[in-house]
């Protein structure tokens, strides 16, 4: 298995944080997601990041954008499937994924996701999955995409469908804190 690529998962609403791009929120010295950017990127082959709208607002990270291309704001998996895309133009066999509003995530995560020898496997701690987090074969991204286009959504529904290993993380406090509110935002200050 090469080396994976990473792919920082962005596309989402923000409902409970007002609208807009969470992980451009300042925390610390940087913003949520620079500290995404600063533990995904020394773990992968290459890094792109997947948010919808005018690629132009993220041109400060000099990262490749992606966009769905699933319609309609299809969730989590879509934004899987845009990075399996771009994957595959650049021949990578996997990707790993991240949150653009998770911080603290584990700085070993693709090593640790890598251990399960899955070629697809999500992160888990005793308080359930974070399926975010996960290794994905490009190998599955048309079979993915089928799935969206009929109507899929449920990242779990398709991740047992393929028998998705789990790496588990058992690290002290919450390593997939993630910022959905503006308390979450000053505890993730906090936590800094």
């Known amino acids: ?3 994976p690529v990473g792919v920082i998962l962005a596309g989402g609403l923000a409902r409970r944080m007002g ?3 969470k992980g451009l929120l300042p925390l610390g010295r940087g913003t949520i997601l620079s500290h995404v950017i600063d533990r995904l990127q020394p773990q992968v082959a290459g890094l792109a990041l997947n948010a919808n709208g005018d690629p132009a607002r993220f041109a400060a990270l000099h990262l490749p954008v992606v966009a769905d291309s699933i319609d309609g704001f299809a969730g989590p998996l ?3 499937l845009a990075g399996l895309d771009w994957a595959a133009f650049l021949g990578a066999e996997h990707i790993v994924t991240a ?4 911080p603290f995530f584990p700085c070993d995560l693709v090593p640790r996701l890598l251990a399960t020898g899955a070629p697809l ?3 888990g701690t ?3 999955l974070h399926p975010t987090f996960g290794l994905w074969p490009v190998a599955l991204r048309d079979d993915l995409r089928a799935a969206l286009c009929g109507g899929l959504r449920k990242v779990v529904h398709w991740t047992d469908r393929h028998g998705a290993a789990t790496a588990l993380f058992d690290d002290a406090g ?6 959905n509110t503006p308390e979450d935002l000053a505890k993730a200050e906090a936590m800094l």
């Open 126 to 128: 005793a308080d359930g």
């Open 78 to 80: 879509a934004g899987v």
């Open 19 to 21: 609208g807009g791009d």
């Open 121 to 123: 496997a999500l992160a």
């Open 1 to 3: 298995m090469n080396q």
């Open 174 to 179: 919450d390593p997939f804190f993630n910022v």
């Open 99 to 102: 949150a653009a509003d998770t």
